[in-house]
C-alpha cells in the first residue's frame, strides 16, 4: 500500500518503537518509508505521539553498547520532535491496556502503546507487528506493508 493512501484522513498517528528504531538506525528495509513519515509530521501534515513505553524501548541497546551518542539521539528525537509528543502512562491509559490486554491477548507494551494512542485520540497506529491488526478500536498501518508514496 502507498503511504498516501494509508495515511490518507490521518490527523494524529500513533507511533509504535520500531518505526523509531528503523528512522534512527536507518534500517534499510524501512529507511525510505520512515524518512517520508518524519518529514510528513515535520510539515505539519499531522501530529504523532507515542508513550513513554517508546523511551525504554529504544534506549535499551544503545545503553548496552554503550553507545550515548545514539542515546542522545533518540532522546532528542522524542523530547524535540516537531509535531510529536511523548505521553506518560496515566491510570486511564493502564485501564484501556487491560482491557486491550483481555480481548485481544496482547504483551503489555503493545496494549500499553495502543491504550495511548487510544487515549489522546489517534485516527492511526504505525507499527511493525501483524498481530496487531486484530486490534479493532484503532486503524493499523503495517510498515512491512508500505510504500514510499
Not at 528495509?29 to 508513550?51: A, G, H, P, W
Not at 532522546?75 to 485481544?104: M, P, Q, W
Not at 491488526?133 to 510504500?147: A, F, H, M
Amino acid at each position: 500500500m502507498k503511504l498516501d493512501d494509508a495515511l490518507q484522513n490521518v490527523i494524529f498517528l500513533g507511533l509504535d518503537t520500531s518505526p523509531f528504531i528503523y528512522f534512527v538506525e536507518q534500517n534499510p528495509l524501512y529507511v525510505d518509508v520512515m524518512r517520508e513519515v518524519f518529514k510528513r509530521i515535520t510539515n505539519d501534515d499531522f501530529q504523532s505521539c507515542s508513550s513513554v513505553i517508546t523511551l525504554t524501548e529504544v534506549l535499551v541497546q544503545p545503553l548496552r553498547r554503550n553507545n550515548q551518542s545514539l542515546a542522545d539521539e533518540y532522546r532528542d528525537l522524542l523530547f524535540n520532535g516537531e509535531n510529536f509528543r511523548l505521553f506518560s502512562l496515566t491510570a486511564s491509559i493502564a485501564e484501556t491496556a487491560a482491557e486491550l490486554r483481555a480481548k485481544y491477548n496482547l504483551r503489555t507494551p503493545d496494549a500499553l502503546q495502543m491504550a495511548t494512542a487510544l487515549e489522546n485520540g489517534c485516527d492511526a497506529f504505525l507499527c511493525n507487528d501483524n498481530g496487531l491488526k486484530r486490534v479493532t478500536e484503532l486503524r493499523i498501518l503495517i510498515l512491512n506493508e508500505l510504500t514510499p508514496s
